[in-house]
């Protein structure tokens, strides 16, 4: 039941360079929706969210876009770190803020090239 | 900064026997949950504990598993008797209602 999905597994991108992270939901209940990056061995870290009723959220370098009749939401992160790579995992909520179930994507492995 | 904390990091068990994994989530959250990743595959949720009782599960927590709040600080989660397909990375993570915060994970291996 894939209800949120990341269909790129992996991405390479040039220090400096914009990376771009996509992810697509089929669950039109879902109302909000975050951002996580994980490292092998850790535990996933919140990154930034947005809520349904936004359509852009901007946190330093990163900022997330979500098209809701599309059902299409985008990292972005500018200017790319090598620091950044890592996995980023999409995760999806019903309820109005993050405090129910989250849905997540199979991650996308971003590599940053030095 | 504060931060989830989880205990053991690894825990190797035989197939039937019970294990209990311990989390200790940030202090003033209210909303606590357990998800775990299979090697090779997506985090999913597993149950959400919401004062002092369950407020959501998956179907994957069947019987065999269950949530306490022992005290103050500590969340754990509990299975009975393992079975092979529990091996996986166990995440407990805490809300303060809008961002859920993991922990580091306990990598559970049932043999």
């Known amino acids: 039941d894939q209800q949120v999905k990341q269909n790129s597994p992996s991405l390479s991108v040039q220090e400096g360079r914009i990376s771009i992270l996509n992810c697509d939901y089929t669950?039109?209940?879902?109302?909000?929706f975050l951002w996580y990056k994980k490292y092998p061995a850790e535990g996933p870290t919140f990154l930034i969210s947005i809520s349904s009723i936004k359509d852009k959220n901007e946190d330093g370098r990163f900022t997330v876009f979500l098209n809701k009749s599309a059902k299409h939401l985008s990292l972005h992160i500018v200017p790319s770190q090598p620091g950044d790579s890592a996995v980023y995992f999409c995760a999806a909520s019903e309820g109005d803020f993050g405090n129910e179930k989250l849905t997540f994507g199979t991650g996308t492995r971003l590599t940053i090239i030095p | 900064e504060p931060e989830v904390t989880q205990t053991p990091s690894h825990q190797v068990t035989q197939m039937g026997q019970e294990v209990i994994l311990r989390c200790v989530p940030i202090s003033n959250h209210l909303y606590f949950y357990w998800y775990r990743q299979i090697l090779g595959q997506k985090v999913e949720f597993l149950v959400s504990?919401?004062?002092?009782?369950?407020?959501?599960k998956s179907e994957i927590f069947d019987d065999q598993f269950s949530v306490e709040r022992p005290d103050g600080s500590n969340f754990t989660l509990k299975i009975r008797s393992t079975k092979l397909e529990d091996s996986a990375m166990y995440f407990c993570?805490?809300?303060?209602?809008?961002?859920?915060?993991f922990g580091p994970g306990t990598r559970l291996l049932v043999l």
């Open positions: 669950n039109s209940m879902f109302d909000y």
């Open positions: 993570a805490s809300s303060d209602e809008a961002t859920q915060y």
């Open positions: 504990f919401y004062n002092n009782e369950i407020s959501e």
